[in-house]
């Protein structure tokens, strides 16, 4: 059955969706070149409100179903993506990242390249009561880049909650492919990025009454760990983790910001916002 494939453990269930990110990072970076787009312009000072009336046309696309033919209680799945009128590589490539994010096993990748396949793999093998949500919103977006969240929440028959995972993806929109963290960062930059990030990390635990409660256990529990899952705004570089990775389960999946001003010389120029005095 589909629930089966986590284990009885809250923790360990995590693990199945470290394998499909990591399946995903594998994908994405493979198609992308190293280095910064000649046509990627500075990230424009700006409000989040002014920069979004930029940027690629995005439609959304919602829809909630049950298990055909079902009757009682049935497992359900259900998407709120998005659609790029004009560009359906990014389309394309929403899709089958949302698809990879509801993970098999440890093992091996998932038998199905998109939602349309995962819906006929999950309605053959899902729990009466599974319960499946796919979704890709906007996070910044301006003339020359787009960056989306795609988040992925899974319940199982049996399990105590749901387990949620989140990924983003920075495209460049001249190019068209994503932007891995690397292509952003200055040459030998890397532990000066994970430095200003755990420092963001610090001022995050700093405002966690459970953190200040207790730092010794805290810490031991919940210490900081790196990652590449970021995203471009015009305030700074967010990172987002999963839930378990930096806190309990009922922190969600935390987002740590790191300001520009805090990564001169570590991001290249072309991805550092301009000043206009």
Known sequence: MFHAFVRPRHVRAESVFRHALAALGTTLLAACSSGPSPNITLIPDATDQVSSRQGLFAQDVKWKRSKPGCE????????????????????????????????????????????????????????????????????YRSKFLTV???????YFTGAAHGIGATQF????????????????????SRTQFEAALKAAHERWVATQPDAQADPETWNRLWPFQPSDNYALTDKGIVVKYNSYEIAPYSYGQPELLIPYAELQGVLRVDYLPTRTE
Request: net charge negative.
């Open 169 to 188: 993806l920075n495209w460049d929109n001249g190019r068209e492919a994503v932007i891995p963290l690397d292509a952003i960062l200055t040459p030998g």
């Open 148 to 154: 989306i969240e795609l988040d992925s929440w899974q």
């Open 72 to 139: 009682g209680e049935c497992p359900t799945l259900e998407v709120d993506s998005l659609v790029f009128a004009g560009n359906p590589k990014l389309t394309k490539l929403v899709d089958h990242a949302l698809a990879q994010m509801t993970g098999v096993n440890d093992e091996r990748t998932p038998p199905y390249d998109d939602i349309a396949g995962f819906a006929d793999y999950y309605w053959r093998v899902a729990g009466s009561r599974d319960s499946v949500l796919l979704a890709a919103k906007l996070r």
